[in-house]
């Protein structure tokens, strides 16, 4: 059966309609799902008389839908009754199979090898099953918890089950999530879940674990099937390499591959409450594609986090090249229904052919990768680009970039330079951190060049950390000529509050550097900010309380309003420099600065000014409410040893007139 997010049930195959009793699917159809299956027992009788046990999780693709298995146990089970009182102390699931005659359900259970658990957020401790126990090989009374539990699981898996695991106290619903588990022969489990209240009780996370490696290896001589992803149910990353080799398999036929790049993804997603969000929406875009697409092409999730892929291996069989595009590019122009909301998307796409600079299917992707990219800069919505030899030659450089940025990054290959923070008067309080690449035989690399090749290259991460660790080491010896520290602010583009080793990085490089939490300002954009999951706020919420500071940077131009500036947990607001250029000839961007300054002063943050240039803008800020300004009206950034001599001057001249 399939039901709606409210529980209404919308689709119902006729195996169901005969294990119910009923005589039709349209008796079904309309009625709530927990009224036709008691939620309180483990199984339950339904009114033709049989008794099942309900299994339930999220629609592969459409994820708020869910699909409700009904497994019969009739032969399985003892009579219905109410749980004896000496009984009403077990653990959850214990109670539920208890009611229904547990003894012979866990007959069957072990036939299927499944084992339940348990689990206390608030304590951390598991309580598992005496068949999962022996399952993953733990003794019987063992203590165990999540963190016993995790170190079982493969290292390549482990932090994807952590954070599908941890999700559920932040997200009120069901999960499904596969992995494989160190034993002494490795095995694959999938684990169910729910969160639930208990009466007079704190939270509890119960579920499912069944050993399915049997199920997962492929029968002899059959191959082994593509993975998926699991949001979309297209094939995923790693299946794109055989499309790939399919488009190698005949050199001579005109192929394509296309990038998709759903257009203001980001925008759409955070504005309707997130992940989730956009997980609706990429499910409803990829069923579109799965439908539409021509015979023979094959769709795969890309890389990025809103990207689809088109591999086709014959551009004539499909109608020619246009006709493909054009395909394409209307079945991503539509209107979605997300959470209620009527939201009208599109895609840049980059479109890469088969010729004489573009052999194989990798080169083939690559450039249509890059093609994508170009279309994404045209501005404007659907736009279009077809890898030409500039954009193949574009191509070209990534990658050799991308490697070398990579042997930089771990041999200390880049440098940091100090833009100072100062006050209106010049007097120093600190800087901001700000990462500059020397390529060897090209000299200086602009950061709005390598930073994107950092993100295609899935470096941003790596690149963080390095930052972190270099300024703070830098900055813990640097001292005003008062003996005070000033203030070391670092932007974070991918280590963000929202990952589960957040916390625990920046702990880790702070205790390593020796430097004082009060001098640290994390800077974080908009984005990053306005979604946050309770464990992000909680982790923001514990560093701040050792006296860091979270800034948002380039307020504005994000995707939140003013109203919201109140719900952003930082102390910094920094107004971005497109206001600041124009506050003196424009009007509207007056206004607005001007409603930004008012709305942090009243808040108690702080206002930092970027990109300040003429002393005119100074004086104009300055009237506004803004203490604290960058920009070369004051001074460029500068090496580590250039800025150490300007904090021993303890200001810098205020910008003439």
């Known amino acids: 059966m399939l039901s709606a997010p409210g529980g209404v049930i919308v689709r119902v195959t006729d195996a169901a309609v005969d294990l119910v009793g009923v005589d039709s699917a349209a008796e079904l159809i309309g009625l709530d799902l927990g009224e036709l299956l008691s939620q309180e027992d483990a199984v339950c009788r339904?009114?033709?008389?049989?008794?099942?046990?309900?299994?339930?999780?999220?629609?592969?693709?459409?994820?708020?839908?869910?699909?409700?298995?009904?497994?019969?146990?009739s032969d399985l089970v003892s009579p219905l009754g109410e749980l004896p009182a000496e009984l009403r102390g077990w653990p959850l699931e214990l109670q539920r199979f208890a009611r229904v005659?547990?003894?012979?359900?866990?007959?069957?259970?072990?036939?299927?090898?499944?084992?339940?658990?348990?689990?206390?957020?608030?304590?951390?401790?598991?309580?598992?099953?005496?068949l999962l126990r022996e399952l993953i090989g733990v003794p019987t009374g063992e203590p165990f918890n999540l963190d016993d539990f995790l170190r079982g699981i493969h290292p390549e898996d482990r932090e994807r089950v952590r954070t599908a695991l941890t999700g559920l106290i932040e997200r009120d619903h069901n999960l499904v999530v596969e992995f494989r588990m160190l034993l002494p022969q490795e095995r694959v489990f999938r684990v169910h879940g729910t969160a639930m209240r208990l009466s007079g009780e704190p939270f509890a996370l119960v579920g499912t674990a069944q050993d399915v490696t049997e199920q997962r290896r492929p029968e002899q001589g059959e191959e082994?099937?593509?993975?998926?992803?699991?949001?979309?149910?297209?094939?995923?990353?790693?299946?794109?390499l055989g499309e790939i080799a399919r488009l190698d398999a005949d050199p001579r036929a005109d192929a394509a591959v296309l990038c998709c790049g759903i257009d203001n993804f980001k925008r759409v997603t955070i504005s309707l409450g997130g992940h989730e969000a956009g997980d609706e929406l990429l499910a409803a875009l990829a069923r579109r594609l799965q439908d539409g697409v021509p015979d023979g092409c094959a769709v795969v999730r890309g890389s990025g986090e809103d990207e689809f892929v088109i591999f086709c291996p014959d551009v004539a069989a499909v109608g020619g090249l246009g006709e493909l595009t054009g395909r394409v590019s209307g079945l991503l122009r539509t209107t979605v229904p997300v959470h209620g909301h009527l939201i009208q998307v599109s895609a840049a796409i980059g479109v890469a052919v088969r010729g004489a600079n573009a052999t194989s299917g990798a080169d083939l992707l690559r450039f249509a990768n890059a093609a994508m990219v170009e279309a994404e800069g045209k501005g404007g919505a659907g736009q279009v680009a077809f890898a030409g030899p500039a954009t193949m030659a574009a191509a070209d450089w990534q990658l050799p970039l991308e490697e070398r940025l990579r042997?930089?990054?771990?041999?200390?290959g880049l440098e940091l330079h100090y833009q100072p923070l100062v006050a209106a008067d010049g007097t120093i309080l600190g800087a901001e951190a700000l990462v500059r690449w020397h390529y060897p035989e090209h000299g200086p690399v602009s950061p709005a060049t390598f930073l994107p090749v950092a993100e295609r290259?899935?470096?941003?991460?790596?690149?963080?950390?390095?930052?972190?660790r270099t300024a703070l080491r830098e900055a813990a010896g640097w001292r005003l000529p008062d003996g005070g520290g000033p203030l070391i602010a670092l932007n974070l583009a991918e280590l963000v509050p929202g990952d589960a080793d957040f916390v625990g990085v920046v702990e880790s490089v702070v205790t390593e550097a020796g430097i004082d939490w009060h001098r640290i300002i994390l800077e974080l954009v908009e984005s990053d900010l306005v979604d946050l999951r309770p464990r992000a706020r909680g982790?923001?919420?514990?560093?701040?309380?050792?006296?860091a500071r979270f800034a948002i940077d380039d307020f504005g131009t994000g995707y939140s309003s003013l109203g919201r500036l109140k719900e952003l947990p930082a102390q910094i607001i920094k107004i971005d420099r497109r206001f600041v250029a124009a506050v003196e000839q424009d009007t509207a961007d007056f206004a607005v600065t001007r409603a930004i300054v008012d709305m942090a002063r009243a808040m108690g943050r702080w206002c930092v000014a970027e990109g300040v240039e003429t002393a005119s803008q100074v004086s104009i800020l300055s009237a506004l409410g803004v203490e604290f300004y960058q920009g070369w009206a004051f001074s460029p950034a500068v090496p580590a040893e250039r800025f150490r001599e300007l904090l021993a001057d303890s200001a810098l001249p205020p910008p003439e007139r």
């Open 407 to 412: 042997e930089a990054l771990h041999e200390d």
């Open 46 to 73: 339904v009114p033709g008389g049989a008794v099942v046990r309900p299994v339930s999780w999220p629609h592969v693709v459409e994820p708020r839908l869910l699909v409700t298995l009904l497994v019969e146990v």
């Open 224 to 240: 082994e099937q593509p993975t998926r992803d699991e949001v979309t149910g297209l094939l995923d990353r790693t299946a794109a």
């Open 101 to 130: 005659g547990a003894y012979p359900l866990r007959d069957a259970q072990r036939q299927a090898k499944i084992g339940t658990w348990e689990w206390d957020p608030t304590t951390g401790a598991m309580w598992l099953s005496e």
């Open 457 to 468: 290259g899935g470096l941003l991460r790596d690149l963080d950390r390095w930052v972190l």
């Open 539 to 547: 982790g923001m919420r514990e560093l701040a309380e050792r006296g």
